[in-house]
């Protein structure tokens, strides 16, 4: 009688063989089917890394768009936290608006650019909070 089955010889060391001849005395088990059982689940667990390598570009592709996301944010926080610290402490007080104030906003515009500019290069992009509650500078 042919079996579908492939005959193979090969050595344990002493602890794994008393322990699989342990398994194997229980009823309904075999050294067989034990291994077998033990072989299929190892080969499975090397299929996670097939699927690592078919979803890894993927996952590369959305680590770049969220650094992307994340890089944009923080020049809009940035910006955003410039702005109220300008209208709160330098522009307390707005004149009446006339042909000098147009020029003035737009070189204050130009200016708080820069700084921003300034700003995101010396932090790498990253946002911060420039004022507590008591006034002091502080860092993230």
């Not at 890089?71 to 522009?91: I, K």
Request: aromatic share 8%; proline share 4%; charged share 30%.
């Amino acid at each position: 009688m042919k079996t579908l089955k492939t005959r193979h010889q090969f050595y344990l060391p002493d602890e794994l063989s008393a322990k699989l001849d342990q398994l194997a005395s229980k009823p309904g088990n075999s050294k067989s089917s034990i291994l077998t059982e033990a072989l299929a689940s190892w080969f499975e667990r090397k299929a996670v890394n097939e699927l690592d390598d078919r979803f890894s570009p993927r996952m590369d592709r959305q680590l770049r768009v969220l650094n992307r996301v994340e890089s944009t944010l923080n020049v809009a926080a940035e910006m955003l936290d410039l702005y109220v610290q300008h209208q709160m402490t330098l522009l307390a007080y707005q004149p009446p608006f006339d042909e000098e104030s147009n020029s003035l906003g737009k070189r204050r515009y130009r200016l708080f650019m820069d700084q921003v500019a300034r700003r995101l290069g010396a932090n790498q992009g990253l946002a911060r909070i420039t004022l507590s509650h008591d006034g002091q500078e502080r860092k993230p």
